[in-house]
């Protein structure tokens, strides 16, 4: 029994994950031998393990199925807006104290959810998307995007800037101020939010749209505010293999092989950018618990270093013991602990972005 324990149950989780998300393949690698590894078994078991820690979100997984489903919720919500090239959808939710047909605009939150690039639906954050609607008094969208394998990292940047292009055509529609937008991503969402700005700041042709409408796009957002976010896919990627999940993991076929690692890396875009384009670069506010292992803090601390050294304005904020996903889960629902603090910090970093915008604007 206990060597079943020890060893075979190992061997049969690894086997298990190798066999349903891929497995070693890299150049040289016999893959069957390489998956039998004892380091890598054993580390990806426990990767795997770790996984079994969002059984304790059950209550919030029938929670927010519910509230979804309730018509009786869709006057809070509009569900299922169409968009962009692909065809894929968003939901909108209105801040309960500003009525939909008041003539104030109010400032427009895209929420890019994450999900390491494979995984995610716009559904799961309803809860999130009402709640921060009404705590931040402003518009919250949050679409989907081509998650792997309907698409590749390319094609969900190129989606989050279609979302960005209906967002400027639809601001009067749905009483939202479509030059101030601010950016919220989790995980790779805020990989994604930071990626998709830096491609437009830098007019980058891959998102095959017009200069002046990536131009148009880029001076109406206000800042981006990354939750525990990805910003160095290389030094993810070792992570990943410290971990023995970078097989598994849909991070590389995502990216389309590690030769695009750094390509698709915020941190070695910002590096190459004009000075002129990084001008354009808009102010980034990151959070992250002390405790993730998902996602170490120390790709804020870089990401925020390096912005700092660049001159683009940058707020780091550590918020000690907390791990990744409580990062987000706790944003769902007012009784959940990290509720309140999170979105106070949310709340004074958006209102500093949009003063700055204010100020210099006069």
């Known amino acids: 029994m206990m060597g079943f324990l020890f060893v075979g149950l190992p061997y049969a989780i690894s086997l298990a994950g190798q066999w349903m998300y891929g497995w070693p393949d890299k150049p040289g690698y016999k893959k069957y031998i390489e998956a039998l590894n004892p380091r890598r078994t054993y580390r990806l078991t426990l990767a795997t393990s770790d996984f079994l820690k969002y059984l304790k979100y059950w209550r919030l997984y029938i929670q927010f199925k519910s509230w979804y489903k309730n018509e009786e919720k869709h006057k809070h919500f509009e569900k299922g807006i169409t968009f962009g090239r692909r065809g894929n959808k968003l939901d909108l939710y209105h801040p309960l104290n500003v009525g939909k047909s008041d ?26 998307g009402q709640q921060m609607a009404e705590e931040l008094t402003a518009v919250v969208i949050c679409p989907d995007y081509s998650i792997y394998p309907k698409g590749n990292v390319l094609a969900m940047v190129q989606d989050i800037a279609d979302c960005l292009v209906w967002a400027q055509e639809n601001g009067r529609k749905f009483n939202f101020d479509k030059d101030n937008i601010v950016l919220i991503g989790h995980s790779a969402g805020a990989h994604l939010c930071a990626l998709t700005a830096l491609f437009l700041a830098d007019g980058q042709e891959e998102l095959f749209m017009e200069p002046s409408k990536q131009q148009e796009i880029i001076q109406s957002i206000r800042g981006i505010i990354g939750l525990s976010g990805v910003y160095n896919i290389v030094d993810h990627y070792k992570h990943e293999q410290k971990r023995g999940i970078e097989y598994v993991s849909d991070m590389h076929k995502a990216m389309n092989g590690v030769e695009n690692f750094a390509h ?91 003063r700055a915008n204010q100020i210099s604007s006069k």
């Open 103 to 128: 003539n104030e605009l109010v400032p427009l939150v895209v929420f890019i959810y994450g999900g390491a690039w494979g995984s995610g639906e716009r559904s799961i954050y309803c809860l999130l």
């Open 264 to 354: 698709y890396s915020p941190t070695h875009l910002l590096r190459k950018l004009r000075q002129d384009k990084l001008n354009m670069v808009p102010p980034c506010s990151l959070l992250h618990g002390t405790n993730d292992i998902t996602v170490p803090v120390e790709s804020s601390i870089k990401f925020s270093e390096l912005l700092t050294s660049l001159s683009v304005k940058v707020s780091l904020h550590l918020l000690p013991g907390v791990n990744h996903i409580d990062v987000v889960t706790d944003l769902m629902a007012s009784n959940r602990h990290l509720y309140h603090p999170i979105y106070s910090w949310i709340r004074q970093e958006l209102r500093k972005l949009l």
